[in-house]
């Protein structure tokens, strides 16, 4: 299990079981995987394609279900729930941002900030807003629409929104995906900001090393198992772990052992 003394987790994961289809077209997508995801830390999730990354942070986050073992959202078991407080709980204490940036077109940048605390009938936090507001710098696009804006300028907006509501964790599905590295740099530097000054927990996956490096911990997955983790990332140390594994997954091993092994060595430093 990935750990951080002293930090209580945000979400955490434990023996997760994903499969899909049935018989000779059975798949499993997450092989027994425990992980924890601590509050006032920055979470990278990479592997190769078809790894489980994605289906580890939507499980985590309540989008899908697990077969087996069980995922939480603080004290709350996930799947304790129906699904009217599945959707409550997910409104409440989880934040979201996606690739497609997913903003209503019809609504201003101030309305989709706030249109979680909206459906809730909740008015938030007005000076937590407003100091949002002027962290992504949009202060004077908040009656534009979203088409009126650059892919940059919308993701920020999509962070926004996914802090609006003080959310206990926020999930980040390859938030940079759609975006030129110059705007890329500037949503993963509010994200790290989230973390840094906010004290939010933040999960993002993603396929890019220099993302990654901005992150407190990598957790690296192969074959739906976790297979090691980083602390202290860089984007050449990601580099070469993600050349490792797309290696190992061309030459179709698979070892468990760093699985078994990805907790131990020294806080601070590389375990594998």
Known sequence: MTTVVGLRAAARVEDAVKTYGLGDTRVRALDHV??????????AIMGPSGSGKSTLMH??????????????????????????????????????VFQAFNLVPTLTVRENITLPLDLAGADGDQEWIDALIDVVGLGDRLAHRPSQLSGGQQQRVAVARALAGRPQVVFADEPTGNLDSRSGAEVLGLLRDSVDTMGQAVVMVTHDPVAAGYAD????LADGRLVGSMTEPTADRVLDRMKALDARTADGISDGTAARTSSEGADGGERR
């Open 34 to 43: 425990t992980v924890e995801f601590p509050v006032a830390r920055f979470t």
């Open 59 to 96: 499980c985590a986050a309540g989008l899908d279900t697990l077969t087996a073992g069980s995922a939480w959202i603080g004290d709350t078991e996930l799947g304790t729930l129906n699904d009217r407080r599945l959707t409550v709980l997910r409104r409440e204490k989880v934040g979201f």
């Open 217 to 220: 911990e990598v957790l690296f």
